[in-house]
């Protein structure tokens, strides 16, 4: 996607704005002074994506911060993302300038020569397990052996299913796995095409309440942080906006950790489920009061989920690939300038 430059910025503005991003703040003063001096922003339009699985999108969203913020001169388009990979492969098309994924799919696309970085953490969720019918006679990862399980290939919920299945000394060649988007993958369980899904909520949690499927198998370790991800071009050609949208999911985690019913309210009627179920996913498997500052503790996760992707042949370029994305990944800078 091609932006538009509405005006060339003042001479000094462009020159601080270089030395800003030498010295790596990128998103830094050249903000204020975009928005505050010329009265106009550094783009026309900003391509961002809401998701179900990222409630502070949906806040962000429904209260219109960002627009508010960039006035009448910045068309803000939304899109709503399916999963992690559709959000990558949005953003890698340049039809997204800031989309939503988990950590490990963020990896997994800046491994494969995604330019995108993450700038500002959404969540600390319990999003995955894996799970299986109300009568199914599959009780552990062990049992999955020779399965059909669901998965969405390049997601959360994939790489969950992977690391599970080696808890077993098992593999992905040892199941056959079915690459269904999230939604389409409960509708295989509840149909009795796959044998396992590997899930993601608030669709799993829906399913427990209104299929009374069970989740056989969980851990919190293996799920990876929410990543809010831009396009390196968009972070060179207009940090400006980019700050306002990082501004905006702090404003959005604020008010949701104030106000957890009405964010799940929000939540259940975007996603069309039972509030009840909205509440378990904000209130018990969503952690939104976590920094979000990417830095050391995210980088962790992916570390331990690295070789998985390796050794799954997920990477073009190897180990190389990935450790050269784990070293790239993190642009903290917007994020500091909100939490300050």
Avoid at 95 to 117: E, H, M, Q, Y
Avoid at 143 to 150: P, Q, Y
Avoid at 180 to 198: K, M, P
Avoid at 213 to 226: I, T, W
Wanted: glycine letters at 8%.
């Amino acid at each position: 996607m091609s932006t538009v430059i509405r005006r060339t910025a003042p001479t000094i503005v462009v020159a601080g704005a270089l030395m800003l991003m030498a010295t790596g703040c990128l998103a830094g003063e050249n903000a204020a002074s975009t928005s505050e001096g010329a009265g106009e922003w550094s783009t026309d339009t900003l391509s961002i994506d809401f998701a179900t699985y990222n409630p502070l999108s949906l806040v962000v969203k429904d209260q219109g911060l960002i627009e508010k913020a960039l006035g009448d001169d910045v068309d803000v388009e939304w899109t709503q993302s399916a999963g992690s990979n559709k959000a990558n492969e949005l953003l890698r098309a340049g039809s997204l300038d800031v989309g939503s994924t988990a950590g490990s799919a963020a990896l997994l696309a800046r491994a494969n020569g995604s330019p995108i970085k993450v700038i500002d953490i959404f969540s600390q969720p319990e999003w995955s397990a894996i799970v299986v019918g109300p009568d199914s006679d599959i009780a552990s990862v062990a049992d999955l052996k020779g399965k059909k399980v669901a998965a969405t290939s390049g997601t959360d919920p994939y790489f969950f299913l992977l690391q599970a299945l080696e808890t077993e000394g098992l593999s992905i060649s040892d199941v056959e796995v079915q690459n269904l988007q999230h939604a389409d993958g409960r509708s295989a369980l509840d149909g009795g095409s796959v044998d396992a899904w590997a899930g993601l909520d608030p669709i799993m949690a829906a399913a427990e309440v209104e299929s009374g499927d069970k989740l056989v198998y969980r851990n919190v370790d293996f799920n990876s942080y929410g990543f809010l991800n831009a396009t390196e071009e968009f972070l060179a050609d207009h940090a400006d906006v980019a700050q306002v949208v990082v501004d905006a999911y702090e404003e959005a985690r604020e008010w949701a950790l104030a106000n957890p019913d009405e964010t799940a309210a929000l939540l259940a009627e975007v996603a069309g489920i039972d509030p009840a179920v909205a509440t378990t996913v904000i209130s018990e498997r969503s952690n939104l009061d976590v920094s979000g500052i990417p830095g050391d503790d995210q980088l962790a996760v992916l570390k331990k989920i690295a070789p998985v992707l390796v050794d799954s042949d997920a990477v073009t370029g190897g180990q190389d690939a990935v450790d050269t994305a784990l070293e790239t990944i993190i642009e903290p800078t917007f994020a500091e300038k909100a939490a300050g």
